[in-house]
C-alpha cells in the first residue's frame, strides 16, 4: 500500500520497485492463498486499503457475484476469507501498480528475491538481494511485515524433525498424524485458532493440546452496549500514566461486569487513544504494559469472529481441544515424536508440535538477515523497548548514532514499540499514506521539476 500511495500522490516522475521474496505482492503472509477457512477478525467495513476511502473495500466486495446480493448492512458486519481479501489487495496492485492510467506518473516493477543488505551508494543506497544482483535507490522503505515466532528452549535442535513445525505459517497440514495422534499447538492466540480451524476443516479427528502462560484463547466479536461513562469527561486518558490508566480500565471494566455487559468494550473505547496513550508512556511503563497486561490485553482487543470462535468452543466441548496454562520449559525430540516440557513439570507429547506463540518481538534478536546486517552496521537501531525498530514520527528510520536517516524509511508491525498498535489494516491504512507522503515530500525538495526519482521497497 505504500507502492500504491507513492504511485497515487506522486505529481513527478518515478519509478518504484517492488521487492518481496513471496512473489505474489499484496497477499504478504496474512491473506496469501494457503487455505480458504481463514476469516479475516476485522469486519468488512473497517478493511478498507485507504484511509480517504473507508467504503472501498465493501464497494469493491459488491462487485463480487457471491456478494451482490448481500444487503449492504450486513455485509459491513461480514469476516470475509483473508484469501478474498488477499484478491482486494491483489487488484488495487494491478490497478496502480501494474497497470495504471495515462495519468499516473509514476512507474512500477516487481522483483521476487530476498533483500538481504542496503548500503549508502552515492546520494541515496543500494539493495543487495540474496542472488548477488543490486537495485540502486534514492530511498528504501522497510516493510518486511511480521517476524516468524522466536524460537523456544530446544527447539533450534528439531530444525529438521519432522515433527516440529517452527513456523505455523508454512504449510504443516501436508503432515498430519494419524487420526488416532496427537498435535500439540504452542501458543493460544491467532495463529493458534487458525491451526485448530484448519484441522477441522481438514476432518483430522485426533487429540489437540494447546498450551499458553494463562491459557486463554481469544474472545469472539460481539455488539457491545453504550457506555458513554468512559472515557470521563475531562480526563486525558495519554496523561494518565499506566497506573493510574490501569485503575480506571479496572474499575469500568468491573462496572460493565455488573451490569452483565462484556467488559471489551472499555478496550474498544480505548482504541483511538491507544497511539497517544502509549506515547505518553515512559519506556519502563511500556515494558511493564508488554510483561504484566499485554496477555489479557489481547484476548481482548484482538478479537475472532463469532463463527470461528464457535469452532473453538465446539472443539473444546467435544474434548478433541485441551487447553492448558503452562509456561514451555523446553522442546525435545523422543524419536519421530517431539516432547513439551512444561514449567509446571508436567509433558506433552506430539506427532506434530506447532510453534503458534505469536511473532517475535525482541527486535534485536531479529533473524531476517536483511534487519541483522542494518543492525549490525549501526543503520537500524531498536527502540528504546527494543520491540522494533526506532523511526521519527515521518517513519525515518533513526540510526544508532541517533541520526535520520538520509534514506530509510518503516512501516508496519516493525514499529510496535513506537505505536504498539501497529498489526491490522485499520492502522497500516494510515501509516502507509504517511510515508508516501514523507517520501514524496522529501523527494520534492530535493529534486527539479522533471528529474525521474528511483524509489525501491522491500
Ligand atoms: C496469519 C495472519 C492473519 C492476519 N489477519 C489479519 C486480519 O484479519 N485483519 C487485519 O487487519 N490484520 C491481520 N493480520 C495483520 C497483518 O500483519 C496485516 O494486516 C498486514 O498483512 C501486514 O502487512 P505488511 O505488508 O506489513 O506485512 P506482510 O503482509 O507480511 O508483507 C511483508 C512481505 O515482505 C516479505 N519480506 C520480508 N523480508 C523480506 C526480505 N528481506 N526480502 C524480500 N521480501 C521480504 C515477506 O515475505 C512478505 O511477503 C494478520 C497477520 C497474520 C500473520
Not at 25 to 43: F, I, M, S, T
Request: charged share 20%.
Amino acid at each position: 500500500m505504500c507502492a500504491v500511495n507513492l504511485t497515487r500522490l506522486s505529481q513527478r516522475p518515478l519509478r518504484v520497485t517492488v521487492v518481496d521474496d513471496r512473489g505474489s505482492v499484496g497477499r504478504g503472509v496474512a491473506y496469501g492463498v494457503r487455505r480458504p477457512e481463514y476469516l479475516l477478525n476485522v469486519a468488512a467495513r473497517n478493511m478498507s486499503a485507504f484511509p480517504d476511502e473507508p467504503d472501498h473495500f465493501l464497494q469493491w466486495l459488491q462487485t463480487r457475484a457471491e456478494f451482490e446480493q448481500t444487503p449492504e448492512v450486513e455485509l459491513r458486519e461480514r469476516f470475509i476469507p483473508r484469501q478474498i481479501y488477499g484478491d482486494y489487495l491483489r487488484s488495487i496492485v494491478q490497478h496502480h501498480l501494474q497497470s495504471p492510467g495515462e495519468l499516473t506518473f509514476a512507474s512500477s516493477e516487481f522483483v521476487t528475491g530476498m533483500a538481504v543488505d542496503v548500503e549508502p551508494a552515492g546520494s541515496g543506497c543500494g539493495v543487495h538481494l540474496a542472488d548477488g544482483s543490486l537495485l540502486e535507490a534514492d530511498r528504501v522503505v522497510l516493510a518486511t511485515g511480521n517476524e516468524p515466532p522466536a524460537p523456544l528452549p530446544g527447539s533450534e535442535e528439531l530444525e529438521a524433525h519432522p515433527a516440529w513445525v517452527g513456523n505455523p505459517w508454512t504449510a504443516w497440514e501436508t503432515r498430519l498424524p494419524p487420526m488416532d495422534g496427537t498435535i500439540v499447538i504452542l501458543g493460544t492466540g491467532l495463529s493458534a485458532v487458525d491451526a485448530v480451524v484448519t484441522l477441522r476443516e481438514l476432518g483430522w479427528m485426533g487429540r489437540i493440546h494447546a498450551v499458553s502462560r494463562h491459557g486463554w484463547f481469544p474472545h469472539a466479536h460481539f455488539r457491545g452496549i453504550e457506555y458513554p461513562e468512559f472515557p470521563p469527561a475531562g480526563i486525558d486518558l495519554a496523561e494518565l500514566g499506566l497506573r493510574e490508566l490501569h485503575s480506571l480500565v479496572t474499575k469500568h471494566c468491573a462496572a460493565l461486569h455488573e451490569r452483565n455487559a462484556n467488559p471489551a468494550i472499555i478496550v474498544d473505547k480505548l482504541r483511538p487513544h491507544t497511539q497517544r496513550i502509549w506515547g505518553g508512556f515512559t519506556t519502563d511503563e511500556r515494558l511493564t504494559f508488554a510483561k504484566e497486561h499485554a496477555a489479557r490485553w489481547n484476548v481482548f482487543r484482538h478479537r475472532i469472529a463469532p463463527v470461528i470462535h464457535a469452532q473453538i468452543t465446539g472443539s473444546q466441548l467435544t474434548g478433541q481441544l485441551w487447553v492448558h496454562a503452562a509456561g514451555i520449559a523446553k522442546v525435545t525430540a523422543a524419536w519421530d515424536r517431539v516432547d513439551v516440557q512444561m514449567d509446571d513439570g508436567s509433558t506433552l507429547s506430539g506427532d506434530l508440535v506447532i510453534n503458534a506463540t505469536g511473532p517475535s518481538t525482541r527486535f534485536s534478536a531479529t533473524r531476517s538477515v536483511l534487519l541483522r546486517n542494518l543492525l549490525r552496521r549501526g543503520v537500524v537501531a531498536p527502540d528504546a523497548t527494543d520491540m522494533g525498530v526506532r523511526v521519527d514520527a515521518d517513519h525515518t528510520v533513526v540510526d544508532g548514532a541517533g541520526e535520520r536517516s538520509p534514506w530509510l524509511l518503516a512501516v508496519g508491525p516493525m514499529l510496535r514499540g513506537t505505536y504498539w498498535e501497529t498489526i491490522a489494516v485499520p492502522e497500516l491504512r494510515s501509516q502507509a499514506r504517511r510515508v508516501a507522503e514523507t517520501v514524496l515530500g522529501a523527494a520534492h525538495d530535493e529534486r527539479g521539476d522533471l528529474q525521474p526519482q528511483l524509489e525501491y521497497m522491500i
